[in-house]
């Protein structure tokens, strides 16, 4: 908040808080705090110094949102609540060219005797702070430890030092309300937006992370198979030794830890060696390579089959990542969240969709033929109205290579598709994708019967039994009915 900005949020607190008793006052976080003053409407005067973004302004809540979000005081709150409960707010001021709000109080001390004591909101970036200032301007106590002339317990207060830069507010601007009822609403509007997207974006790296790590952990197994294969070595190489030994027994020439064999197997029949122990006998370094042949054989088919296993997961979770960057393109915050659910989280009971309930799921068109075509919203809507809605000969469409909404021409009649409809409804389907910026885009399209859905995959991942494709221009020229 700037300077103008504080200037004009002190006028607009000055208008209603004066007369106000202080109430119940809740921590949010370790440097957020809501107070009760007893305001209509259930507002509450909200600040933060968070050296990030120090703010104050008035919010609207409800008194168990609060009381949810409340965490336990610290032992300023707890100070505030001593001194300064059933206070009244008698002014509110600023210090002249510092971002400093003063509010000040005037009650009764425990002793029954009326005084006078300064809240004082410091929203100086860095070094924002929240003090309890006595009449003299003594430091009671502060929100944060900071350091500096006037900024610390028992001392003085005085706004924190600046350096000296040749700095004015003449080109500030105080924050826009665009269209809200008051400046505290159009701060707090934006600090929810702010918040939201934080969340978001927090959502969004842990979904990246849990599934790029589930990708890591597949490809580091398929790596630690591939070496344990290669440590067991070819079984038939070991059976074929065990085998020339045996057959050279007679013959074969020991030259210490090397035997010399005719292979056999070789139709020009050249000598070749082969390793063994030097304390052994030809019997049993023979005996030796067949136990390692059937140890290499049985190995090599178990790896094999794990392998088969690891890689269907690999493709599965690569799959799984497509359709969560299709999740957070759509902003579809319930698709990210599934990412993160456990996975032995109990699934719901699945119940029959209901027609009424289909403008839930999805955006519904009319074509110019007066064809209704129904477009998915989100990609957990996309299943529903796939899977649980479109019926077996109604036409289903998708963006061949973007992620993006299942479209589904509604067919109760069984007629043909009319070819006007289904270029509507495909351009549908290019809009509704991340193809939307393209001059054209491929789709493919097929009657639902020939669409599945693979066994644990993601929401809105399916897989086409036989399907067409058609080029078009990503657009709206059916008529949006809801």
């Known amino acids: 908040m700037n300077l103008v900005t504080i200037e004009k949020i002190k006028d607009e607190l000055a208008d209603v808080l004066p007369g106000r008793q202080f109430g119940k006052i809740f ?97 100086t970036g860095r070094s924002a702070n929240l003090f309890l200032l006595e009449p003299n301007e003594m430091i009671v106590d502060s929100m944060r430890r900071t350091n500096g002339i006037g900024q610390e317990v028992g001392m003085s207060y005085a706004p924190p030092q600046r350096p000296e830069v040749a700095t004015t507010a003449t080109f500030e601007t105080a924050f826009p309300i665009n269209g809200h009822a008051s400046l505290s609403e159009a701060l707090d509007a934006d600090d929810l937006r702010k918040s939201e997207e934080l969340k978001f974006q927090q959502m969004v790296i842990s979904a990246r992370t849990k599934i790029a790590n589930d990708i890591a952990k597949r490809e580091r197994l398929l790596q630690g198979l591939a070496a344990d294969l290669a440590r067991h070595g070819d079984p038939e190489r070991w059976k074929k030794f065990g085998d020339l030994l045996l057959a050279n027994i007679a013959t074969a020439k020991r030259m210490g830890k090397h035997v010399n064999v005719i292979d056999y197997f070789d139709e020009s029949q050249t000598a070749i060696e082969i390793a063994i122990d030097e304390n052994e006998s030809i019997t049993e370094a023979a005996e030796k390579f067949f136990r390692r042949y059937t140890k290499s054989r049985n190995s090599r088919d178990e790896i094999g089959n794990r392998n088969l296993i690891v890689e269907a997961e690999l493709a599965d979770l690569k799959a799984k990542r497509a359709q969560l960057e299709d999740a957070i393109w759509q902003r579809d915050t319930d698709g990210i969240a599934e990412f993160l659910e456990s996975k032995r989280q109990i699934k719901p009971v699945k119940r029959k969709v209901k027609e009424s309930t289909v403008s839930m799921f999805a955006r519904i068109f009319r ?42 021409i509604r067919n109760p009649n069984r007629k043909e598709i009319p070819h006007r409809t289904l270029l509507e409804a495909a351009q549908l389907a290019a809009f509704y994708s991340q193809g939307k910026a393209q001059p054209k885009a491929a789709v493919h399209y097929t009657q639902k019967k020939f669409v599945n859905k693979p066994k644990g995959s993601a929401p809105g991942l399916v897989s086409l039994a036989s399907f067409k494709t058609i080029l078009v221009e990503p657009k709206i020229e059916a008529e949006l009915i809801r």
Request: no cysteine; hydrophobic share 40%.
């Open 27 to 123: 921590q949010l976080s370790r440097n957020e705090i809501a107070i009760n003053l007893r305001l209509p409407d259930s507002r509450y005067l909200f600040v933060s110094v968070a050296p990030g973004d120090p703010r104050a302004y008035l919010i609207r809540r409800r008194l168990r949102d609060l009381e949810r979000a409340a965490t336990n005081p610290s032992s300023f709150v707890l100070q505030l609540r001593k001194q300064l409960s059933g206070s009244t707010l008698v002014g509110i001021d600023t210090v002249p060219g510092e971002r400093v709000i003063k509010f000040g109080f005037r009650g009764e001390s425990a002793r029954g005797e009326m005084r006078s004591l300064t809240l004082v909101f410091q929203l």
């Open 367 to 408: 074509s110019s033929e007066d064809f209704e075509i129904l477009v998915g919203k989100k990609a957990k809507d996309n299943d529903q109205l796939t899977f649980k809605i479109a019926r077996s000969l109604d036409t289903w469409m998708h963006a061949a290579d973007y992620p993006g909404s299942h479209v589904v």
